[in-house]
């Protein structure tokens, strides 16, 4: 079964980890949380959730994509340092990055987008509030995820294509994904 660890922060974007989390088992996608704050916080929609698993049980773990969920934390001088975590992911453990919304600042921060096409909100939103960050000339405007070099972005508005990404990158048949995309855009269709 291929492994996505999903990265919370108190604060968190409900609707950006939802599909992955609601649709793993379907799909035989193993699905674990992590934080670099363990413990009791609340999403930005003030939902309860405990997240017993730290960065490092994350590392040990092995995942094939890290998926870092946004939130209200990563526009903050609280936001979490996750460049060491993120390079040993990358580097050492060779899984996949993912950032969406928010989660695409600790991306930035920790310089996996200066040198790779990516995308975000917009390209403002990683310059005003991502140190470091360089890329600016890579930044591609989409509606939907951009990969490139096994690193994931995406805008908030896209958890969609952000979701069938992330399946991709964790191996999941194109079949499967192809047919995720089709039930979830059917909806859309029918209001055409």
Known sequence: MKKVALILTPGFADWEYSLIAGTSTYYGVDVQFYSPTPGVFHS?????VTVDGTLQQC???LPDVVVIIGGTIWETKNAPDLRQFLHTCNNESHAAIAGICG????LARAGLLNNITHTS?????LLENADGYTGNHYYCNSAV?????GIITSP????VSFTTTVFQMAGVPVSNINQLKQMLAAEHLESI
């Open 156 to 159: 908030g508005s896209a958890p």
């Open 121 to 125: 909100n917009n390209p403002s939103f």
């Open 44 to 48: 930005q929609g003030g939902l309860s």
């Open 145 to 149: 995820a951009v990969v490139s070099d």
């Open 103 to 106: 989660g695409t600042l600790a």
């Open 59 to 61: 590392l040990m773990w």
